[in-house]
């Protein structure tokens, strides 16, 4: 199986960008879809963002349209969350992970990275 390891969460103030970075080992991104989610102690892991095998990114969170996007560089093996006008409610921790194209089945969830948005 392979290995996800998410990095480039911290603090950061209310209006603020972060980067998070998922790095990918093998071939995962080539078969499969890819994921941002998040998840605090009130909410359950949330699917925020995709970017499919093929390129395709979508945004899927309403609350995070126009201000957070994913990508992926195929050369870094890295999935990318860059998130723009971050509010305290954006404070959570962040996973990636990868969703099998032929299986649908995803990996083991990784760590996760921490972003705490305040003032």
């Known amino acids: 199986q392979g290995q996800l390891v998410e990095s480039g969460g911290g603090v950061v103030r209310p209006g603020g960008s972060l980067t998070l970075s998922c790095a990918a080992s093998?071939?995962?991104?080539?078969?499969?879809?890819m994921g941002w989610y998040r998840q605090t102690p009130r909410q359950e892991r949330t699917l925020i963002a995709e970017v499919s095998h093929d390129g395709n990114p979508k945004v899927l969170l309403d609350d995070v349209k126009g201000r957070f996007s994913i990508s992926k560089d195929n050369t870094k093996t890295t999935v990318y969350l860059q998130m723009n006008s971050l509010k305290p409610e954006d404070t959570a921790v962040y996973y990636c992970?990868?969703?099998?194209?032929?299986?649908?089945?995803?990996?083991?969830w990784g760590q996760g990275t921490q972003v705490t948005v305040s003032s």
């Open positions: 093998g071939d995962i991104l080539a078969f499969s879809n």
């Open positions: 992970n990868a969703k099998n194209i032929f299986t649908g089945r995803l990996l083991s």
